[in-house]
């Protein structure tokens, strides 16, 4: 399945350092979305971009920054994280038509952040 | 703001048992329902999914689900379980109303099945 990738799959950062999660969507679908899959806690919607327009933001902190330059790729971007941050970052992809019509997201691997 | 409750954290069952996991969400409106699967060292996929029309749905793999309106519920099964559904199985809620918006998901159930 290589209808969503993310890279890289395993991150390993200190407190101070500045780095970035790469999603890539090969399906031409037009919405993207970041969530948090954290140990005993149900995954948590972070941002949703809709043609590359930011239309929700779930009460993420600022240290988490999305960037969405294009309908294919979305970026998150890091920086003064702390250790509860740690957790699997999921980026999603659904087709957004217009109208009242429901939508399937489609999940890539995930990165593995470890903050230390 | 809508919830999803899944009350079977771990399963454990054996070949050829019959599997029922439960979810039940809280919304009041329309909703559409969804189960993923996570197996071991892959990425969330599709397993089956509920819009509209015939609230049985037939998913991949065998699965099934019923939704139940009136229960709230979106309850998974499976006749006859095989090793291979080893896994970590999600509910999901999407309100409706078109477009994208994200999903709700339970806590998740963690299914093993022993050979």
């Known amino acids: 399945e290589t209808g969503v990738t993310q890279t890289p799959r395993h991150l390993v950062m200190g407190m101070t350092n500045k780095k970035s999660l790469k999603c890539e969507q090969h399906?031409?679908?037009?919405?993207m979305y970041w969530y948090k899959q954290s140990a005993k806690k149900p995954l948590e919607l972070m941002f949703v971009y809709n043609f590359k327009e930011q239309t929700e933001n779930n009460s993420v902190p600022s240290r988490f920054s999305p960037e969405c330059p294009n309908s294919s790729h979305l970026f998150l971007h890091l920086h003064t994280l702390q250790p509860e941050d740690s957790a699997l970052y999921l980026c999603?992809?659904?087709?957004?038509?217009?109208?009242?019509?429901?939508?399937?997201?489609?999940f890539g691997p995930g990165t593995r952040l470890t903050v230390l | 703001a809508q919830s999803v409750s899944q009350h079977n954290h771990h399963v454990i069952l054996s070949e050829a048992a019959s599997l029922e996991l439960g979810c039940n969400y809280s919304y009041g409106g329309t909703v559409n329902l969804f189960w993923y699967v996570q197996y071991p060292g892959q990425h969330l996929q599709l397993l089956l999914k509920y819009f509209s029309g015939d609230p049985l749905v037939k998913g991949i793999k065998g699965f099934e689900a019923e939704f139940i309106k009136s229960k709230f519920s979106f309850n998974l099964r499976k006749p006859s379980v095989q090793w291979s559904d080893t896994a970590e199985y999600f509910c999901a809620v999407l309100s409706a109303g078109g477009g994208a918006d994200g999903l709700t998901f339970g806590k998740g159930t963690h299914l093993i099945i022993q050979p």
């Open positions: 999603a992809s659904s087709l957004s038509l217009a109208g009242a019509l429901p939508d399937t997201q489609y």
């Open positions: 399906l031409g679908h037009n919405a």
